[in-house]
């Protein structure tokens, strides 16, 4: 006998959850250079960064379905706009290429994460291209990128001596084309191909005839990214012979120029959100919205993946039998807590599983609200389809997977209602337009529309607007799952991954634990 459930129930849990005490003791194993290793102890602000900018690249930056509604820009336009920017508009070369520039750095770390991409070569040409290329460098360098910089035909104006030397103060390499290795693919995951931008005319010359031609021997590795214009393409016609480079991410600025319309690539991002509304009067510029803070947004469509190659390799500390609590409760409550502080989204966000008199399964998320020695809760309405599950057969299944930290738990159980007065409780903790919307909502039911609901809230809204108590509806309560199974995966290398199963016997208050085959 491992351990006693009785022994479990003399320690005190609270009933809804609280806020995470103190950070669970280290885990073993350094931080490892792959996505998706991970330590504890060490990945903790990377994690909760690692969200956010998931957050970001899944929600906020908005996706432009239909590329018809921006506008491309003639190459006269391109340099008018300049010229207007930099002349009655009070804008300098200077600030323009800064945020150019890191427009490009944000958009190449949107799309390619510093983990597995972290080699990046930027060639730069002698014009503000080449320029926009020094600076997305330097952000590069500080995102946490290695670059490196092949700058030929240096202008020796102040400008560029200045980015030049803020690179060498950050001990960014600079290679010359003669040492340049043939094969840019041993060396680098990225290149920035900040060669030629709007200005560029006629057939490239040496030494930048040399590099396009190498660009485009490379295969899938490394990545390149153009800046503005892939360079080498005439500027309107874009890649009339057919035979120019074909870059696999394409940062137009300001806005698109026109040869951005025979782009094929995965990725078009638009950067330089700086436009003043009086250049976009102007020039008829429809340009889509940057999202939150963004310096980018994505435009044109997302790109075609091929979802039988899409997988993930799980890298993990081990999951043993001698480091895991004896009671499932607190092991959940351990786990919990780490997902908790590394701040992943909706932790509480649970599957649950029901199935009917018909033995018919059903699933569907719902929000955990608190745990401990006597179950797992959640609320709902009575009368919806996994309220008549429950009532049908009560039991069900509950499904954790906490994505960034290759975990999840699956626990299963007898299900009952908890008290009125306990549900009550809840109830009237909620905002009040939960409240009102649990009253609006026959869940489950066929509605005719969403006006139906929304006239019923805004009546409702109205009738309490003095702020007196909101009656909770017979129909809504909680649920608690008494669990008698638990299973704690941790993703592992090769499919191989730890799976420890709690498990309780008729009649016996002991848990067992044993490990399954992946
Ligand atoms: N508001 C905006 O939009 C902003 C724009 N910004 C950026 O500025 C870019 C436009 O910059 P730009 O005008 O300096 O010209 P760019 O294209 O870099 O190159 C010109 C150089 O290349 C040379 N060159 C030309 N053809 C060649 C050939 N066949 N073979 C060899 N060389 C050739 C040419 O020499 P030339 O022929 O004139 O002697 C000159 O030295 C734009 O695309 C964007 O990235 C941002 O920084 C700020 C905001
Ligand atoms: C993350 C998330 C959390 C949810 N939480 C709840 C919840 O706590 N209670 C609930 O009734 N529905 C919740 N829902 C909505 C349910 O998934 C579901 O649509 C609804 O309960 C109706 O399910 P049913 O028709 O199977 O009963 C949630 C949905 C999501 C995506
Ligand atoms: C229909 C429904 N009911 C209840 C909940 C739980 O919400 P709350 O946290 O307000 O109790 C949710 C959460 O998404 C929901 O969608
Ligand atoms: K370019």
Redesign the pocket.
């Known amino acids: 006998m491992r351990s006693s459930m009785r022994r479990v129930t003399t320690m005190t849990f609270s009933f809804l959850l609280q806020s995470s005490p103190p950070l669970p003791p280290v885990l073993p194993k350094p931080l490892l250079s792959h996505e998706h290793r991970y330590s504890l102890s060490s990945i903790l602000p990377l994690l909760t960064q690692r969200s956010r900018l998931r957050t970001l690249s899944t929600k906020s930056i908005p996706i432009m379905q239909d590329s018809t509604s921006v506008s491309y820009l003639s190459q006269r336009e391109?340099?008018e706009?300049?010229e207007t920017?930099m002349g009655p508009l009070g804008f300098s070369?200077d600030q323009?290429?800064e945020?150019?520039?890191l427009s490009v750095a944000t958009s190449v770390a949107e799309v390619y994460k510093p983990s597995e991409y972290s080699r990046v070569l930027a060639i730069c040409?002698?014009?503000?291209?080449?320029?926009?290329g020094l600076v997305a460098a330097r952000h590069l360098h500080h995102f946490g990128y290695k670059p490196s910089i092949c700058y030929p035909?240096r202008?020796p104006k102040s400008l560029y001596t200045g980015l030049v030397t803020q690179l060498e103060s950050l001990s960014v390499p600079f290679v010359s084309v003669d040492d340049l290795p043939e094969d840019l693919s041993k060396d680098f995951d990225v290149i920035i191909d900040?060669i030629?931008?709007?200005?560029?005319?006629?057939?490239?010359?040496p030494p930048?005839d040399d590099i396009i031609r190498r660009l485009l021997s490379l295969q899938k590795r490394p990545v390149i990214v153009s800046?503005?214009?892939p360079s080498g393409w005439h500027v309107e016609e874009g890649d009339n012979e057919g035979g120019g480079i074909k870059p696999d991410m394409l940062v137009s600025?300001?806005a698109p120029k026109l040869c951005a319309k025979r782009f094929c690539g995965p990725h078009h991002f638009l950067g330089?959100r700086f436009v003043p509304p009086s250049v976009a009067e102007k020039y008829k510029l429809e340009l889509p919205s940057y999202p939150g803070t963004s310096m980018c947004v994505r435009i044109g469509k997302p790109p075609k993946v091929d979802i039988s190659a899409m997988r993930v390799n799980y890298v993990s500390p081990e999951l043993l039998e001698d480091q895991v609590e004896s009671y499932p409760i607190l092991q959940f409550r351990k786990w919990f807590d780490e997902a908790v502080a590394a701040g992943l989204r909706e932790t509480n966000a649970m599957a649950l599983s029901t199935t009917n008199k018909d033995r018919k399964p059903s699933s569907r998320m719902v929000l955990l609200k608190g745990f401990d020695e006597n179950g797992f809760v959640w609320f709902t309405n009575y009368e919806s389809k996994k309220g008549s599950d429950l009532s049908e057969n009560p039991f069900a299944a509950l499904l954790f997977y906490w994505e960034d930290m290759n975990r999840q738990v699956r626990i299963e159980g007898a299900v009952e209602r908890i008290s009125e007065e306990e549900s009550e409780t809840y109830y009237h903790s909620r905002p009040r337009g939960s409240q009102i919307g649990a009253i609006v909502s026959k869940q489950s039911s066929v509605v005719s529309g969403r006006h139906v609901l929304y006239d019923e809230y805004e009546e409702l809204t109205k009738k309490y607007s003095d702020g007196s108590v909101i009656p909770k509806p017979k129909n809504w309560g909680g649920f608690r799952l008494k669990p008698n199974l638990f299973e704690f995966w941790q993703g592992q290398p090769s499919r191989l991954h730890d799976r420890l199963q709690y498990s309780l016997q008729e009649g016996n208050p002991a848990w067992i634990i044993r490990r399954l085959a992946p």
């Open positions: 391109a340099a706009i300049d920017l070369v323009l290429m945020l150019a520039g040409g002698p014009g503000n291209n080449g320029g926009d035909k202008t900040a030629f931008g709007f200005s560029f005319h006629g057939a490239p010359r930048f800046v503005d214009i600025l300001t330089g």
